[in-house]
């Protein structure tokens, strides 16, 4: 068969700019659904994760349900539920790009709430017995000893889940945002090149981890992880 | 059929939409698919997982760099794109009667079994180049100065224990694949996500149809990790040393 | 002591969600003009895979004919309202429509809806603005001619469309492959991976004029199905339903449809599909005098 890379050079724009980026009429883009999702799905993480470490039970077993739950189902089921469901309890217009970040941001949470709280559980308890020994309040405990040191040790994990994560943005393209892959499927359905498009988007996506994981080992060395295991 | 103030918006529940005009049956024949998807994909993403992780720990270095270009390559790019690139991308390199005949015989189903066990395999082979690295390298020692061959060393001692030391993070990856199982619908596979959109769209009842999905996956995930926390428990190794990885599912 | 403190935190945050989430829901109730006012957004769901009604034409701008009506509809609301009103196009494709429109994400679907009847149980349609039947789009020379050739032959369609629900429930000795939408369907037609692909015949005339290389391309069989469209907004919302209404009741009075349809349609416009006598004889009797 003949390669016809002339669809990349006459639509990259369109794939680049609107797709990955979100610049253009479409809104969407796959960076800006990305950035936002690992933001919050980190902070909502830390969050469940500390009530599954909680010791009373009615903060822990909804905790441990959330993310028993969210771990069972296909992240696709989790977007259909918000896509369909969110604006009937709601009664609100929702944009896609709004359902996406919801989505992704519950969903992820729940495997972030695992890093974390395998994180914590990491740090050893003498850290806990010096800092409850100096009179510092369970927050306080939290926010300056232990966090800091099991964000250390919980890198490699999260930078994997983050890589996880901004794979799993291509998923938007089920419910229609504008990201990379439905760019891709736009253009494809035009000028009917599905090799020369996928692969060329599966380079870009390819690019964008690699960077991410590379980022992750430079930022590991630089803090110097006292467990040592590689990622 | 009451409507029910669900939320404060009325909402008419029919469960029985779940059954009646053969919804059930379609109920029954997604998952019939997603498993017999899932099961043919775990069965290659294992293969190439052991083939391909063992590749990684080899003590040359071609091998070494070829299994790691095959991890990173495909590990790197979301599975949906490998559906559409080997449902619609990679047949157009075959010649016609190829096509032909591979679109006959269920392209649609045999693509995504080949997306998702390459795009696992990769995921399996870092689970096993993590469990036999974990290893000491000592047995690899022992083993070799006992008259084994390589590959029979890795065949006899390593790989035994290294797939033992695996069963956590390895049924996590299992089923990371049996959800991911779910992506099939873009590319035309009826499976079990598919079918509650179609019964979604046949009677308007998403809350009742997604309902039925969701706990179909629940039920197989947790019930998956439950008979693997068995095996694990009934192979392991008193002694050995600490687990790669907890049980997660 | 602190923790009984972050417990009553916790406790009061999650009254506080539920709460505002039931509150929220009771928003519901308000007509489809009120909320365009209150919002200042009317938001209409199109197709984007869906030439000449919905699509994305190469300059990647997101036009279509009826985008073009429904910027007529959005010409009247801002007259009606008297106060300027934001045009805002969403995604949709036939297994979201009915629920984006119902649960307010939308205020009118503008795409390539069949008005039915079934459909009528879920939302209120306009008058009809197009109609055709639908057909099968094959490669040049393909043996496939009509609906009774496709027996044992894989036909391709979208999941939602009144023309799988056919396909499936007259015809199950064909095998059908049923796919998300427009794109997958069409590009597994132009690799063979399908014989055919069903949809009505002015969308399948869309695809073929911009495919690659039309002339590949031929659309067979007679209409195996009537397919009337209209535009689909919430139940019961008569006032909105007027202003819909009478907009093409105007713009078909007026000629600004017919301008339109030859933008489209006409011989130079997107799709060549050449208005016949008895479409236009139904137009024009929809108009109903003032």
Known sequence: ?231 | MIPVLFLGLSYDFRWSVLWTDGHGGWILEGVLTTLKLSALGWVIACLLGIVFGAMRTAPVRIIRWAGAAYVEFFRNVPLLVWLFFWYFGAPQILPQSAQEWFNRHGAEFWSAVLGLSVYHGARMAEVIRAGIQSIPRTQFEAAVSTGLSVVEAYRYVILPLALRLIIPPATNESLNLLKNSSLALTIGVAELTFMTRQIETYTAKAFEAFTAGTLIYLILCLGIAAVMGQVERSFQIPGLIARVGRAEH | MVHRRRIRGVVLLWVALGLSVWGVGHAAAETTLEKIGRTGVFTVGTRTGSPPFGFINKQNEWVGFSIDLAKLVHANIEKKLGKSIKFELKESKPDTRIPLLSSGAVDLIAGTMTDTRSRRDSVDFSLTFFATGAQFLVKKGSPIRGIKDIAGKRIGAQQGSTNERIIREKHPQAQLVVFPDQPAGFTALAQGKVDAYTNDGIQLAGLQAKAPKPDEWEIVGEFYSYEPYGMAMRKNDSEFRAIVNNTLMEAIEGREYFRLYEKWFGPKGEVPYPLSEIVLAFLLMQVVPK
């Open chain 1, 1 to 231: 068969m003949t390669f016809d890379w002339a669809v990349i050079v006459s639509n990259w724009k369109f794939l680049i700019l609107q797709g990955l980026m979100g610049i253009g009429a479409f809104g969407g883009g796959t960076l800006r659904l990305a950035i936002p999702a690992i933001v919050l799905g980190f902070m909502l993480g830390v969050v469940i994760g500390l009530c599954r470490l909680a010791q009373r039970p009615w903060i822990r077993y909804p905790a441990v349900l959330y993310v028993e739950f969210f771990r069972g189902v296909p992240l696709v089921m989790v977007i259909f539920w918000f896509w369909f469901l969110i604006p009937q309890m709601t009664g609100q217009r929702l944009p896609e790009y709004t359902v996406a970040l919801t989505a992704f941001v519950v969903f992820e949470a729940a495997y972030l709430a695992e890093i974390v709280r395998a994180g914590i559980q990491s740090v050893p308890r003498s850290q806990i017995d010096a800092a409850a020994s100096s009179g510092l309040s369970y927050l306080q405990m939290m926010r300056h000893v232990i966090l800091p040191q099991a964000i250390r040790n919980m890198i490699p994990s999260l930078v994997t889940q983050f890589i996880v994560l901004f794979k799993d943005t291509s998923l938007a393209s089920i419910i229609g945002m504008m990201d990379l892959t439905k760019a891709a499927q736009i253009v494809s359905q035009r000028e009917i090149r599905p090799f020369e498009l996928y692969l060329f988007i599966a380079v870009v996506y390819w690019i964008c981890t690699y960077s991410m994981s590379r980022f992750s080992r430079r930022l590991e060395l630089r803090l110097g992880s006292p467990m040592g295991n590689p990622a």
